[in-house]
């Protein structure tokens, strides 16, 4: 077992900027460490489907971005402290959602992660 648990989010000002983090905490004897998974975020706005964000490798050697964020976010992880981190900047409106992290056997902009968290709000005002 893993369990996430995001942080970091809020309200910003347009242009500002907002780092999220999600810890993650592995169950006793469980075999399902942080390291072994790729992490991702996603982002949910209200009445829209939930969308691909960023996501990082195992070791955090490579990365992908939803062309709406690349630019402007950077996903990274440390897997020393068993957390991943999603720094946002130049946040425009329309980032303005709740944004959850993901963990799972492979990098993928699909959803079909293994362990998600409940996600924090984060809300971009003008």
Known sequence: QLQLVESGGGL??????????CA????VASEDTFSRFAVAWFRQAPGKEREFVATITLRGWS???ADS????????????KN?????MNQLK?????RYYCAAGAAPTREANYKYWGQGTQVAVSS
């Open 12 to 21: 910003v000002q347009a242009g500002g900027s907002l780092r999220l983090a």
């Open 24 to 27: 993650a905490t592995e169950g």
């Open 63 to 65: 990365a992908d971005y």
């Open 69 to 80: 964020v690349k630019g402007r976010f950077t996903i990274s992880r440390d897997n020393a």
């Open 83 to 87: 957390t991943a981190y999603l720094q």
């Open 93 to 97: 409106l329309e980032d303005t959602a």
